[in-house]
């Protein structure tokens, strides 16, 4: 089953725009990971936050992490239109066999 | 090194009939997973193996699904008497680090008709 939900489900944005994207989840996690997924294709891992952080940074992206809300946000600044793409959000529970549960995803489509 | 490999890229089969995927992980992972994806939703997790071992699967696997590792390396999925419903993306992804951090391949996508 799935873990959380994905808010919005989809966004389109202008080329250079910031696009925020939300995540829920409903268990304690060791950590909480985002990935991309081009259409027809794999996912591609994009940031990972352990749970006894709060914010991390990676070039244009900005992950927070919120563990009493069990929620967190995916920020991607200064878009561009390669940035199209599903964006997933995935737990790695604690006390799990390793196995990562993932959200329904946002669709981000970004206009050249 | 050319990532995680999964072949066939797409079947399409009749209802009731078997159909093997194969999934060839990054050489020096131990770990390896199969999710099931279907339109508009995230992957859902099927099994996992640790080496050859299965240590993990799913309720949505039922019995005509069979995975495995026979060598640690590579790893099949079979689905026996195919249905209409077991239509979608079956992604392989691996992982070794502690923060497990997984590498997926670019998915089977099934067909049943």
């Known amino acids: 089953s799935q873990q959380g939900e994905e808010d919005p489900q989809a966004l389109s944005i202008q080329e250079g725009e910031n696009a925020t994207m939300n995540c829920s989840y409903k268990t304690s996690i060791n950590n909480l990971q985002w990935y991309r997924q081009n259409s027809g294709r794999g996912l591609v891992h994009l940031i990972l936050?352990?749970?006894?952080?709060r914010e991390k940074h990676s070039g244009r992206l900005r992950v927070t992490l919120d563990t009493s809300k069990k929620s967190s946000s995916l920020l991607i600044t200064a878009s561009r239109a390669a940035d199209t793409a599903s964006y997933f959000c995935a737990t790695d529970r604690s006390g799990s066999a390793r196995q990562l549960t993932f959200g329904s995803g946002t669709q981000l489509t970004v206009l050249p | 090194d050319t990532g995680v490999s999964q072949d066939p890229r797409h079947k399409i089969t009749k209802r009731g009939q078997n159909v093997t995927f194969r999934c060839d992980p990054i050489?020096?992972?131990?770990?390896l997973y199969w999710y099931r994806q279907t339109l508009g939703q995230g992957p859902e997790f099927l099994t996992y193996f640790q080496n050859e071992a299965q240590l993990e699967k799913s309720r949505l696997l039922s019995d005509r699904f069979s995975a495995e590792r026979p060598k640690g390396s590579f790893s099949t999925l079979e689905i026996q008497r195919t249905e209409q419903g077991d239509s979608a993306m079956y992604l392989c992804a691996s992982s070794w680090d502690s923060e497990n951090i997984q590498y997926f391949g670019a998915g089977t996508r099934l067909s049943v008709l």
């Open positions: 936050i352990r749970s006894n952080e």
């Open positions: 050489s020096e992972h131990n770990r």
